[in-house]
């Protein structure tokens, strides 16, 4: 009896995950710095950028919402597309803080994330705009047939259900409490940044947010402190 697809990836996974740690510390020692780290990246492979994920394939395994083995102010820039959803409030402030720790300063982060407050104007206004979503929808073996439908692949589909959805105010919030100032939405695949321009593949919906990691002396004491009380 040939054993399920789920059983064999978690023991791929498990075969991977010490390999692919490995991986990302050999890329992260060699990288020119400070090095560019995305986050989620799946197979994605981009030029000067070191791919990170915790899928079972994964060439390079960070669990960004963990103590990442990421040496402080080494990474000039983080990008992950269509993953904090995927994640409760408290490991995505753990994501948050430790890609401000990571960055440099005057680092930038951006995210891609589905966007609720254009999902339920579109809802509301029943509009044209939405008539195209519910077929581009279809075209995307996402069943919908109502614009209630868009809700709801917004909040249930891919997994969304066991996540946390945004809109830009509660973006900006949590990014500023983690640290990062200079918080700014911007177009899909649009950046004043040419490091951050032509990064997004699902460009529906999407709401986008740049923000910069500013820091200061205070804040350096305060982290190298932290770092060597847990390591008592």
Not at 5 to 13: G, N, Q, R
Not at 117 to 143: C, F, G, P, Q
Not at 162 to 179: K, S
């Amino acid at each position: 009896m040939s054993l399920p697809k789920e059983t064999i990836k978690f023991a791929l996974a498990a075969a991977n995950r010490p390999v692919a740690r490995f991986r990302l510390s050999r890329a992260l020692t060699s990288a020119t710095s400070p090095c560019k780290i995305e986050i989620g990246a799946h197979r994605t492979r981009r030029p000067g950028w070191i791919g990170t994920d915790v899928s079972w394939c994964t060439r390079h395994y960070l669990d960004a919402t963990e103590r990442w083995p990421v040496p402080t102010s080494s990474a000039s820039h983080i990008y992950a597309d269509n993953v904090i959803e995927h994640l409760r409030m408290q490991p995505n402030r753990r994501l948050f803080r430790e890609a401000y720790r990571a960055l440099v300063p005057g680092g930038r982060i951006r995210l891609a994330t589905p966007d609720v407050e254009y999902l339920v104007e579109r809802y509301t206004k029943r509009d044209h705009e939405m008539r195209r979503l519910i077929a581009l929808s279809n075209t995307k073996n996402y069943e919908a047939h109502h614009p209630v439908d868009l809700l709801r692949v917004a909040f249930q589909e891919c997994g969304h259900h066991t996540g946390y959805l945004w809109d830009f105010q509660a973006l900006r919030d949590e990014l500023t409490l983690a640290g990062f100032t200079d918080v700014r939405r911007f177009e899909p695949r649009q950046s004043d940044d040419p490091d951050l321009r032509d990064m997004e593949i699902r460009e529906e919906f999407a709401l986008v947010v740049e923000a910069v990691a500013v820091k200061n002396p205070s804040w350096e004491r305060s982290t190298q402190q932290t770092v060597q009380g847990l390591a008592r």
